[in-house]
């Protein structure tokens, strides 16, 4: 094996360990979403990361320790309790109803630097229905990501959280 092989293999490697660590980034950050877990679902994201959820009328960004924020719906609701769960829909944010998961699909994932990568997805929304009624998809969408590696770490820089079923990587300039 030539010295250029070696290294040629070794660079493959660390892309393949790195599309790992940012998967499970990732899940967690949906993990955490879905329970509602500010300090799990902020410590994904890398300082100063902005999230952007493109709701109407105007999409909603939250900002460095402000993405935690996300789920202090008295925040944004006049009114609302603290002890309900709200999602953000293409409407805007509305009560949950018991409980939601996010289901994450054809992710594509671009290493663009050693310490940089985009990632793409469709996403879905599914929530169980009322009074016994079966598990109904209620929103879609796509995320477009950029992650950064943080003292080893993969952490999310920006998130834009789009809603529609349009390919995530059309505005990219993507065509792989």
């Not at 877990?37 to 709701?55: H, N, Q, S």
């Not at 996403?123 to 950029?146: C, F, H, K, Q």
């Amino acid at each position: 094996m030539t010295a250029n092989a070696a290294a040629s293999g070794g660079a493959r490697v660390q892309e393949a360990l790195d599309a790992v660590d940012i998967n499970n980034v990732l899940a967690l950050a949906m993990f955490a979403y879905d329970r509602q877990d500010a300090v799990a679902f902020l410590a994904c994201f890398a300082p100063g990361a902005e999230l952007r959820i493109d709701v109407k009328p105007k999409p909603v960004v939250f900002t460095g320790a402000a993405i935690g924020k996300i789920f202090l719906p008295g925040e944004r609701l006049q009114n609302a309790s603290a002890d309900r769960r709200f999602v953000f829909t293409r409407q805007g944010l509305k009560l949950a109803v018991g409980e939601n998961r996010h289901l994450v699909t054809s992710s594509y994932i671009e290493r663009i630097a050693p310490d940089r990568a985009r990632h793409y997805a469709y996403w879905s929304w599914a929530l169980p229905g009322e009074n016994g009624a079966p598990v109904s998809i209620t929103e879609m969408g796509n995320y477009r990501d950029e992650l950064v590696k943080v003292d080893g770490r993969w952490l999310i820089s920006r998130r834009v959280v789009s809603f529609g079923a349009l390919d995530p990587r059309a505005d990219q300039g993507i065509s792989h």
